[in-house]
């Protein structure tokens, strides 16, 4: 009889904790005018269903609670915005009030100086100093022709194979971007691509750092990568060599005006290869899909190309005109943007309440 009472008054106790600790998000965030929606567990919040079950659980939660709801996800409060008036408005009044917004995990492995962690005057000289990495002349006289070589040899085996495409426009868009940042041809590359992506895979995690978490792990990348570069730019500055690439733009003193520190050129490149990795590979991996589906398009693809090819030498490049004049394909790749929405929202932070229509965002009563 004691032992049974013992293993109710246990049961009983597990579950009051239970329900005390999924209501505790609720209660602590029980603000007055945040939009509906469920809050999870303590420092867990959603972020468990909202990383397995992806777009998913954005579409069930807005089945439940309309356009426009609230959340807790990788650590943080968050409210989420279908609703096109509102998310037309962040985006027309970034700086008043709303700054990029993106998780703790990603800021602290993207590192302190990345230009998703910086504000006001740092972002936009941030993004002066990306900007002028592909200028029109960077894109001509240095992208271009790398990109070229590079597809060359990446394409080179695949006749007769069977080809995992995903893989494959994965390892393009990292190896041809590790090209254009600072032209590695290192033999480690297996070892480069298995850090980058346990760095990625940090960026989207609940940031607790311990042994076992994504975030711990992608944290060690990090610091992989970190002194990699950091060996890298001692190595160029100890050669006095100015190399053409991304790196050798951002440390050339004379030609470049953004004057940046090393820490910033790490963080920099890191953002960079990060920003161009699932977007690029993504998108291309997509084109080839689309192009698959609609073989008509696919024709017109190969004319456009074996036009230009047909007036070159098989060795010769593709050159900056030859790239002007592929007016289908430019169409291709804007149709597969739009179709395939790499990119499925942008996070913003709010520094100060903010008022539309007279009312504040958060207000229910504002959205339809
Ligand atoms: C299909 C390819 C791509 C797509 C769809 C894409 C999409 C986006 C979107 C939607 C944003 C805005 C994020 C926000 O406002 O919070 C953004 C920002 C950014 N992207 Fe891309 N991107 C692509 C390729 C790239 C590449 C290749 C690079 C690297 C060179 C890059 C670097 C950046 C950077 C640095 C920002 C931050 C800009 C700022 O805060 O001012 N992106 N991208």
Redesign the pocket.
Known sequence: MAFFLVVFVVTFGLCILSTALFRWNDIVYSKKGLPPGTMGWPIFGETTQFLKQGPSFMKNQRARYGNFFKSHLLGSLTIVSMDPELNGYILTNESKGLV?GYPQSMLDILGKCN??AVHGAS?KHM?GA?LSL?SSSMIRDQMLPKIDEFMRSHLSNWEDNVIDIQEKTKQMAFLSSLKQIAGFASSSIAEIMLGFSKLVLGTISLPINLPTTNYHCGFQARKYFVSLLRKLIEDRRASKEIQQDMLGFMMNEEANRYKLTDEEIIDQII??LY??YE??ST?SMMAVKYLHDHPTALEELRKEHLAIREKKRPEDPIDYNDYKAMRFTRAVILET?RLAT??NG??RKTTQDMELNGKSVWDKSRVR
């Open positions: 990029p230009i998703a972002h993004r990306i592909i953002t960079i920003s161009g977007t690029v998108t943007s790499v990119v942008v996070l």
